[in-house]
């Protein structure tokens, strides 16, 4: 038997979803672009969950409350979560401090070579490969100003 809450959320989201993306159809490009990204995705997951829920052949399971991995002891959990949150809170500072185009290269490489352990090859590999994701999609296609970060704005860069 169908869950009816699961079915009814997945309806829901799809309908709200399908409103969002045609209520952009007259609006410009780049005012539509951010809509669009979210909410065609957004409507396929939906879709993809009601029709799991219509014509899924193993039955659900009810659910269960949320649980932390036990097999690892709280110390080892807390220091992994700790510098989670600190490599978070180093990229909004890279953010405000350097600005966007400078955070992402840099906060993709750092992450690569301290915490993932990997070689200079392949960090810079990526560390490129995103730079230019980033310049060419925001830059050059979307032409989308970023704020220069605090630092260019002390020493008079900006």
């Given at each position: 038997?169908?869950?009816?809450?699961?079915?009814?959320?997945?309806?829901?989201?799809?309908?709200?979803?399908?409103?969002?993306?045609?209520?952009?159809?007259?609006?410009?490009?780049?005012?539509?672009?951010?809509?669009?990204?979210?909410?065609?995705?957004?409507?396929?997951?939906?879709?993809?969950?009601?029709?799991?829920?219509?014509?899924?052949?193993?039955?659900?399971?009810?659910?269960?409350?949320?649980?932390?991995?036990?097999?690892l002891p709280p110390r080892v959990m807390l220091r992994r979560t700790l510098l989670a949150l600190a490599w978070i809170a180093g990229f909004f500072a890279a953010i405000v401090l350097l600005g966007f185009p400078v955070a992402v290269p840099l906060l993709v490489f750092l992450y690569l070579k301290v915490q993932g352990g990997e070689g200079w090859g392949l960090s810079l590999v990526f560390t490129l490969v995103v730079w230019g994701i980033f310049y060419g999609l925001f830059d050059l296609a979307l032409h989308l100003p970023f704020p220069a970060g605090l630092i260019a704005t002390w020493i008079g860069l900006d």
């Open positions: 038997m169908p869950s009816k809450a699961s079915l009814a959320l997945g309806l829901g989201i799809m309908v709200l979803a399908a409103w969002g993306v045609i209520s952009t159809f007259s609006w410009p490009w780049k005012a539509a672009l951010f809509p669009l990204v979210i909410g065609i995705p957004l409507f396929c997951m939906a879709a993809a969950e009601a029709l799991c829920v219509l014509f899924g052949s193993a039955p659900r399971s009810e659910a269960r409350d949320f649980q932390f991995s036990t097999d």
